[in-house]
């Protein structure tokens, strides 16, 4: 019996998952080739254009590994009737303990401490600025979903004060709301932003909101690039308008502009939010199995819900 032919325009990892995915199906990788194939399998950077769609007429469900959808032409996918599934909550932890690690990167020059010794500075007797204590500050999230509660979580269990804003409020929650990215950044030291990507979000910290966050503030950025303003961040370091910067994702990956590598204080990671090897695991397997559920007729586990 010939296997169900899927279109997979990323690798799972780690192997043994990926394994299992091509035991399972006939795993073909040019869109070309897939004029017939029902499911395509993407991550949420490359996610899926309607030209894309266009040449897939067959095409029923759009398995992302990943929870950013901000890739995929929702509208389009709507349009069609194409289901969409994302892996939530499994990669979570990673990115929260990410946001964490950059935090502290930036505050306690741990990446500028490093290329200080590399370099011969610290043998030659020079000095590394002081940082600052990043558990003494306060914390604002702006994204209070399912990475931000997570980050809330484990900043509240050091000890810090954690503010947030959303779309909404969330009742029952044990940390302080504020209304607007603005309110936010006024009230706190270290900006995180864990909001969903998109058109609707694009700029969302500005250079307002970079100069209510003050000279001793931080911005951290594990969402999407565009969500925070490159130009305006970029000018708010130089200037000494905020502290430093830690950020994981970019506006043209893998492209990083020359005004955020010459930024003071501004530390980059390459978009390895989930990349750990227990994540990945439980996204690969979050994938195969709304895969697996599709081809037996079942309900999709993870459905992303397009409002
Ligand atoms: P989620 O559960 O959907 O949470 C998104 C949060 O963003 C929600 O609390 C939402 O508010 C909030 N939000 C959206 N627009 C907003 C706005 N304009 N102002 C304030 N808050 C806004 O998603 P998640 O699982 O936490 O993931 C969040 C994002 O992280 C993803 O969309 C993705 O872009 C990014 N991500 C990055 C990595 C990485 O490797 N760096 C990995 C995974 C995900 P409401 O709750 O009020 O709707």
Not at 152 to 175: F, I, N, Q
Not at 189 to 216: Q, S, W
Not at 258 to 284: D, F, K, Q, W, Y
């Amino acid at each position: 019996m010939s296997l169900p032919r899927i279109l997979s325009l990323a690798k799972l990892e780690p192997q043994d998952v990926a394994d299992r995915l091509t035991t399972t199906y006939q795993v073909i990788r040019d869109i070309a080739a897939a004029t017939d194939v029902e499911v395509v399998l993407t991550t949420g950077g490359l996610g899926l254009s309607a030209k894309q769609m266009a040449a897939l007429p067959a095409l029923r469900l759009i398995a992302v590994n990943g929870v950013g959808v901000d890739a995929v032409d929702l509208p389009e996918a709507r349009r069609r009737g194409i289901a969409v599934t994302t892996t939530p909550d499994v990669l979570s932890l990673a990115v929260a303990e990410m946001a964490l690690g950059l935090a502290l990167a930036a505050g306690r020059r741990i990446a500028e401490g490093d290329r200080f010794i590399r370099s011969g500075a610290w043998a030659d007797k020079n000095k590394l600025p002081l940082g600052m204590s990043v558990l003494e500050r306060r914390a604002g999230i702006l994204g209070y979903g399912r990475i931000g509660r997570k980050l809330a979580d484990l900043l509240r269990g050091m000890g810090m004060e954690v503010l947030y804003t959303a779309r909404s409020e969330k009742p029952g929650v044990p940390d302080s709301y504020r209304p607007d990215p603005l309110s936010l950044a006024r009230d706190c030291d270290l900006l995180f932003v864990t909001a969903a990507g998109g058109a609707e979000n694009r700029g969302l910290v500005d250079a307002e909101i970079l100069t209510a966050l003050g000279p001793r503030g931080v911005v951290v950025n594990v969402a999407r690039g565009p969500v925070v303003e490159t130009a305006a961040l970029a000018h708010a370091l130089q200037s000494g308008q905020i502290a430093g910067a830690g950020l994981d994702v970019f506006d043209d990956e893998p492209n990083v502009p020359p005004s955020l590598l010459e930024a003071p204080n501004c530390v980059l990671a390459p978009h390895i939010g989930s990349a750990t090897t227990e994540a990945r695991r439980a996204m690969a397997q979050l994938v195969l199995d709304n895969i697996d559920a599709y081809f037996a007729g079942r309900p999709l586990p993870t459905p992303y819900e397009q409002g």
